[in-house]
């Protein structure tokens, strides 16, 4: 497994994100080394254009846990001016794992699973993904001395039984041909990549969005001039009413690659977006969408704030 050297922190049970505290209760900082950014994996002159999300876990699909991580990853492929292709939510099953990564790869270039990397006994995403792929697994020895050095100091771990110590070290057991991407440095955990295209994150909220976020600089994205606008325009009138206006709105600027979608509040009113990439002939748009729907427009800002409020 290559090691593009760097940071990190997991799982849910080895430790807290960039501290750790000691026994008589004074806080450590870490400072790993994070790992140098290698070249284009899709190619040189290439860029991200499409993704998927796999989120993995039968804890999603039975009601027990509230998948906040497609959301984000969604949001910050728009952001990024990547086209989101598909997200599919399966169990916590070897075969679910193995056709959906395989078939992703082919078809997306830029690909994420999240969820199962855990120590126990259903964490099998990084077991499932070797098989796809058709690697051994190995333990990364980088990763276990970062996980070694930040959970030296808790009592709890280092009384451990060798089943428990097993248990822990899964967290580092990888597909033995992928990198190992440290984005931080108070984090042990790495992004996994497999075949150029496909990371493996955490299922932790919080621990998703950081190594995401982290992630930016290691992925080929699109230029500024292929990131899109969005541009919001919300009207009180009903949706049934402004359907034959948005319509032939539609039909008249997709020429130009924009995008029209409705999206109502029930008893309130209806979003209109906007989205394209000219964000100027967007903005001048939005006025006229404005005054022929008797609407105002919005910030992406005031949006999320009015539909966070309902």
């Avoid at 806080?27 to 290698?38: G, L």
């Avoid at 009903?238 to 979608?261: C, D, F, H, M, N």
């Amino acid at each position: 497994m290559s090691s593009t050297s760097g940071p990190v922190q997991a799982d849910p049970s080895a430790s807290a994100p960039s501290t750790s505290t000691a026994e008589g209760g004074a806080a450590r900082e870490w400072n790993f080394p994070v790992s140098p950014v290698s070249e284009n994996p899709l190619g040189e002159g290439r860029w991200i254009k499409t993704a998927g999300a796999l989120v993995i876990g039968d804890e999603i699909l039975n009601g027990k846990t509230l998948d906040r991580n497609s959301n984000y990853f969604a949001r910050f492929c728009f952001e990024n001016g990547i086209d989101l292709k598909r997200i599919e939510v399966i169990p916590d099953d070897e075969d679910e794992i193995i056709e959906a990564s395989r078939r992703m790869v082919k078809q997306y270039d830029f690909v994420i699973t999240s969820g199962g990397i855990g120590p126990t006994h259903d964490d099998i995403t990084y077991a499932s993904l070797a098989k796809a792929f058709n690697q051994p697994l190995a333990h990364h020895a980088e990763t276990l001395a970062r996980m070694t050095t930040m959970i030296k100091h808790r009592a709890d771990i280092a009384n451990q039984t060798e089943e428990q110590r097993t248990a822990r070290e899964r967290m580092a057991l990888f597909p033995a041909n992928a990198e190992a991407l440290f984005i931080a440095p108070d984090v042990w955990v790495p992004v996994v990549r497999l075949e150029g295209k496909l990371c493996v994150f955490p299922g932790i909220p919080k621990l998703f969005q950081r190594m995401l976020d982290g992630l930016r600089p290691y992925l080929p994205l699109p230029p500024p001039s292929e990131r899109p606008f969005r541009q919001q325009v919300f009207t009180s009138l009903p949706e049934s009413s402004i359907a034959p206006y948005l319509t032939a709105l539609q039909a008249r600027t997709k020429s130009a690659g924009i995008r029209v979608g409705s999206y109502p509040l029930l008893q309130r009113g209806v979003y209109v977006s906007l989205i394209g990439r000219d964000e100027d002939a967007l903005r001048k748009l939005s006025e006229e969408v404005a005054a022929a729907l008797e609407g105002r427009i919005v910030s992406e800002e005031d949006a999320i704030r009015e539909k966070a409020g309902l």
